[in-house]
Protein backbone atom coordinates (compact mmCIF):
# COMPACT_ATOMS: atom_id res chain seq x y z
CA UNK A 1 0.00 0.00 0.00
CA UNK A 2 1.56 3.20 -0.91
CA UNK A 3 1.12 6.33 1.32
CA UNK A 4 2.29 9.61 -0.25
CA UNK A 5 2.24 12.65 2.12
CA UNK A 6 1.93 15.51 0.36
CA UNK A 7 3.84 18.64 0.85
CA UNK A 8 1.82 21.72 3.05
CA UNK A 9 2.72 25.13 4.26
CA UNK A 10 3.32 25.67 7.87
CA UNK A 11 3.55 28.48 10.05
CA UNK A 12 7.52 28.71 10.06
CA UNK A 13 7.66 29.77 6.31
CA UNK A 14 4.68 32.25 6.25
CA UNK A 15 5.13 35.83 6.00
CA UNK A 16 4.73 37.84 9.16
CA UNK A 17 2.24 40.69 9.44
CA UNK A 18 5.30 43.05 9.16
CA UNK A 19 6.10 42.06 5.80
CA UNK A 20 2.74 42.20 4.72
CA UNK A 21 2.15 46.04 5.78
CA UNK A 22 5.51 46.50 3.43
CA UNK A 23 3.68 44.48 1.00
CA UNK A 24 0.75 46.87 1.24
CA UNK A 25 2.82 50.10 1.58
CA UNK A 26 5.11 49.33 -1.23
CA UNK A 27 1.97 47.61 -3.87
CA UNK A 28 0.49 51.13 -3.23
CA UNK A 29 3.43 53.33 -3.41
CA UNK A 30 3.83 51.41 -7.03
CA UNK A 31 0.06 51.95 -7.52
CA UNK A 32 -0.08 55.90 -7.43
CA UNK A 33 3.54 56.03 -8.87
CA UNK A 34 1.66 54.02 -12.41
CA UNK A 35 -1.35 56.02 -11.68
CA UNK A 36 0.66 59.44 -11.76
CA UNK A 37 2.44 57.77 -14.98
CA UNK A 38 -0.74 57.22 -16.73
CA UNK A 39 -1.93 60.72 -16.47
CA UNK A 40 1.48 61.88 -17.17
CA UNK A 41 1.30 59.88 -20.31
CA UNK A 42 -2.24 60.53 -21.15
CA UNK A 43 -1.66 64.24 -21.12
CA UNK A 44 1.52 64.64 -22.82
CA UNK A 45 -0.70 62.45 -25.74
CA UNK A 46 -3.08 65.08 -25.66
CA UNK A 47 -0.75 67.96 -25.91
CA UNK A 48 0.47 66.10 -28.89
CA UNK A 49 -2.39 66.09 -30.42
CA UNK A 50 -3.55 69.58 -29.36
CA UNK A 51 -5.98 68.49 -27.43
CA UNK A 52 -7.26 69.91 -23.84
CA UNK A 53 -10.02 67.27 -23.20
CA UNK A 54 -8.10 65.29 -21.04
CA UNK A 55 -7.04 67.87 -18.81
CA UNK A 56 -9.85 69.86 -18.54
CA UNK A 57 -11.33 66.23 -17.27
CA UNK A 58 -8.41 65.63 -15.29
CA UNK A 59 -9.48 69.12 -13.82
CA UNK A 60 -13.11 68.29 -13.13
CA UNK A 61 -12.47 64.20 -11.58
CA UNK A 62 -14.42 63.75 -8.96
CA UNK A 63 -13.52 61.77 -6.07
CA UNK A 64 -15.86 58.78 -7.67
CA UNK A 65 -13.95 58.75 -11.11
CA UNK A 66 -11.00 58.79 -9.44
CA UNK A 67 -11.70 55.88 -6.56
CA UNK A 68 -12.90 53.91 -9.84
CA UNK A 69 -9.66 54.47 -12.00
CA UNK A 70 -7.56 53.32 -8.40
CA UNK A 71 -9.89 50.34 -8.35
CA UNK A 72 -9.10 49.33 -11.96
CA UNK A 73 -5.69 49.91 -11.68
CA UNK A 74 -5.23 47.87 -8.28
CA UNK A 75 -7.44 44.77 -10.44
CA UNK A 76 -5.22 44.93 -13.36
CA UNK A 77 -1.52 45.22 -11.09
CA UNK A 78 -2.09 42.30 -8.63
CA UNK A 79 -4.25 39.86 -11.46
CA UNK A 80 -1.28 40.46 -13.99
CA UNK A 81 1.55 40.52 -11.47
CA UNK A 82 0.26 37.45 -9.37
CA UNK A 83 -1.24 35.73 -12.38
CA UNK A 84 2.19 36.02 -14.19
CA UNK A 85 4.61 35.36 -11.15
CA UNK A 86 2.93 34.65 -7.99
CA UNK A 87 4.13 38.00 -7.01
CA UNK A 88 3.81 41.68 -6.90
CA UNK A 89 6.63 43.99 -7.05
CA UNK A 90 5.99 44.48 -3.53
CA UNK A 91 6.71 40.84 -2.59
CA UNK A 92 9.73 40.69 -5.02
CA UNK A 93 11.21 43.12 -2.65
CA UNK A 94 10.28 41.40 0.71
CA UNK A 95 10.99 37.82 -1.09
CA UNK A 96 7.73 36.58 -0.58
CA UNK A 97 5.11 34.60 -2.85
CA UNK A 98 1.67 33.55 -3.03
CA UNK A 99 0.96 30.32 -3.26
CA UNK A 100 -1.43 27.11 -2.47
CA UNK A 101 -1.56 24.81 0.53
CA UNK A 102 0.63 23.09 -1.46
CA UNK A 103 2.91 25.53 -2.55
CA UNK A 104 1.79 25.32 -5.95
CA UNK A 105 1.17 28.41 -7.97
CA UNK A 106 -2.76 29.48 -8.03
CA UNK A 107 -4.23 29.91 -10.90
CA UNK A 108 -6.29 32.91 -12.99
CA UNK A 109 -9.72 32.47 -10.99
CA UNK A 110 -7.71 31.92 -7.61
CA UNK A 111 -5.96 35.32 -8.19
CA UNK A 112 -8.76 37.19 -9.47
CA UNK A 113 -10.93 35.92 -6.07
CA UNK A 114 -7.86 37.05 -4.14
CA UNK A 115 -7.81 40.57 -5.89
CA UNK A 116 -10.94 41.00 -5.47
CA UNK A 117 -11.52 40.13 -1.39
CA UNK A 118 -9.26 42.95 -1.57
CA UNK A 119 -12.21 45.64 -1.68
CA UNK A 120 -13.56 44.28 1.56
CA UNK A 121 -13.64 47.01 3.88
CA UNK A 122 -10.70 47.04 6.65
CA UNK A 123 -9.30 44.04 4.67
CA UNK A 124 -5.44 45.77 4.78
CA UNK A 125 -5.74 45.80 8.50
CA UNK A 126 -7.04 41.88 9.16
CA UNK A 127 -3.43 40.22 8.08
CA UNK A 128 -2.38 42.75 11.55
CA UNK A 129 -3.92 40.16 13.80
CA UNK A 130 -2.65 37.14 12.18
CA UNK A 131 -0.44 36.52 8.69
CA UNK A 132 -2.93 35.68 6.82
CA UNK A 133 -5.64 38.17 5.77
CA UNK A 134 -9.00 37.74 4.55
CA UNK A 135 -7.99 37.68 1.06
CA UNK A 136 -6.07 34.83 1.80
CA UNK A 137 -8.20 32.33 3.41
CA UNK A 138 -11.46 33.53 1.05
CA UNK A 139 -9.12 32.51 -1.89
CA UNK A 140 -7.21 29.54 -0.12
CA UNK A 141 -3.94 31.30 -0.47
CA UNK A 142 -1.08 31.90 1.68
CA UNK A 143 1.80 34.49 1.21
CA UNK A 144 5.12 32.43 2.26
CA UNK A 145 8.77 33.26 2.21
CA UNK A 146 10.38 32.09 -1.35
CA UNK A 147 13.10 30.84 -0.35
CA UNK A 148 11.89 28.79 2.78
CA UNK A 149 9.06 27.46 0.38
CA UNK A 150 11.93 26.11 -2.01
CA UNK A 151 13.86 24.94 0.92
CA UNK A 152 11.15 23.38 2.79
CA UNK A 153 10.00 22.00 -0.29
CA UNK A 154 13.34 20.44 -1.59
CA UNK A 155 13.43 19.01 2.23
CA UNK A 156 10.28 17.27 1.43
CA UNK A 157 10.88 15.65 -1.72
CA UNK A 158 14.53 14.35 -1.01
CA UNK A 159 12.68 12.94 2.41
CA UNK A 160 10.05 11.28 0.14
CA UNK A 161 12.20 10.00 -2.66
CA UNK A 162 14.41 8.42 0.44
CA UNK A 163 11.02 7.09 1.70
CA UNK A 164 9.71 5.79 -1.65
CA UNK A 165 13.62 4.15 -2.44
CA UNK A 166 13.21 0.29 -2.98
CA UNK A 167 15.29 -1.73 -0.33
Known sequence: M????????DEEIIATGWQRFGNYMVDMIFIYIIIILLFIFIGLISSFFDSNEFMVWLDNMGDLEFYLIFSLLVLIYFIFFETFT?????????????????GSKPNLGTITKRTLSRFI???????????RG???????????????????????TELEEIGNSPE
Open 2 to 9: DFKKQFSV
Open 134 to 156: WHDSISDTYVVSKKGLETKMKIF
Open 121 to 131: PFDALTFLGGA
Open 86 to 102: SRSLAKYITGTIVVYED
